[in-house]
């Protein structure tokens, strides 16, 4: 009996242990893709199509990793790209669509990542869409202020490579390094109640200069 109370108590710990990671993985994904979402996307779906560390085999996220959804995300991507390279993405139109997706795939992917592993998906897709929206919360203020500091040709190179950069580092490093996932979360969460208190000093000292 001892012996199996302790497999039971091993497993259980395992268990425990597997969906901490599943968590994790799900939080630096879903938050990356707050930041950017085709090119992150692009590189997790590979990652679980070559199932290196995930994969959504078996579950409704499937798509994910299939083919189709790869091509998408890579001529978005690129689209994208171009579009910001020649500075004719409008901001009134793309900053609520890129949103939209960043936040969508987010949470399917937080889902995706809990599901694999025979666990309800729905407070996967519940928290994808906070951690997203931490990552867009964050990243959107941050690089608006990089770009007001650089100048014209500078911004419209830079921001962007420095953005697609760090939110695709993010999501390979959350799926290679699960713990990595609520690290990066919590730096941008820092990110985001910095840059509030910028904003609130700045607020002050016009209230003070009228």
Same mark, same amino acid.
């Not at 790869?70 to 669509?97: H, K, Q």
């Not at 025979?118 to 203020?141: D, K, N, T």
């Given at each position: 009996?001892?012996?199996?109370? @302790?497999?039971? *108590? !091993?497993?259980? =710990?395992?268990? #425990?242990?597997? $969906? +901490?990671?599943?968590?994790?993985?799900?939080?630096?994904?879903?938050?990356?893709?707050?930041?950017?979402?085709?090119?992150?996307s692009l590189a997790v779906g590979a990652l679980a199509a070559g199932d290196v560390e995930i994969h959504f085999t078996h579950t409704q996220y499937?798509?994910?990793?299939?083919?189709?959804?790869?091509?998408?995300?890579?001529?978005?991507?690129?689209?994208?790209?171009?579009?910001? @390279?020649?500075? *004719? !993405?409008?901001? =009134?139109?793309? #900053?609520?669509? $890129? +949103?939209?997706?960043?936040?969508?795939?987010?949470?399917?992917?937080?889902?995706?990542?809990?599901?694999?592993?025979?666990?309800?998906?729905?407070?996967?897709?519940?928290?994808?869409?906070?951690?997203?929206?931490?990552?867009?919360?964050?990243?959107?203020?941050?690089?608006?202020?990089?770009?007001?500091?650089?100048?014209?040709?500078?911004?419209?190179?830079?921001?962007?490579?420095?953005?697609?950069?760090?939110? !695709?580092?993010?999501?390979?490093?959350?799926?290679?390094?699960?713990?990595?996932?609520?690290?990066?979360?919590?730096?941008?969460?820092?990110?985001?109640?910095?840059?509030?208190?910028?904003?609130d000093t700045k607020y002050a000292g016009l209230r003070i200069l009228r």
């Amino acid at each position: 009996m001892s012996a199996v109370s @302790s497999i039971v *108590t !091993l497993v259980s =710990r395992y268990n #425990t242990v597997h $969906l +901490a990671f599943d968590i994790f993985q799900g939080i630096g994904i879903a938050a990356a893709l707050g930041i950017r979402p085709y090119l992150p996307s692009l590189a997790v779906g590979a990652l679980a199509a070559g199932d290196v560390e995930i994969h959504f085999t078996h579950t409704q996220y499937h798509f994910l990793q299939a083919i189709p959804f790869l091509l998408v995300m890579a001529v978005a991507a690129l689209v994208l790209g171009i579009l910001e @390279s020649r500075r *004719t !993405l409008d901001g =009134r139109i793309g #900053t609520p669509v $890129l +949103a939209a997706f960043s936040m969508v795939l987010g949470a399917c992917f937080f889902a995706g990542s809990l599901a694999r592993a025979g666990h309800s998906p729905a407070p996967g897709f519940l928290a994808g869409l906070v951690c997203a929206g931490i990552g867009l919360a964050a990243s959107r203020p941050f690089l608006a202020r990089l770009r007001s500091r650089l100048d014209a040709q500078s911004a419209g190179v830079g921001v962007p490579v420095i953005a697609e950069g760090s939110a !695709l580092a993010t999501a390979i490093l959350s799926v290679l390094a699960p713990p990595l996932g609520l690290v990066a979360l919590l730096a941008l969460v820092w990110l985001l109640w910095s840059g509030r208190g910028r904003e609130d000093t700045k607020y002050a000292g016009l209230r003070i200069l009228r």
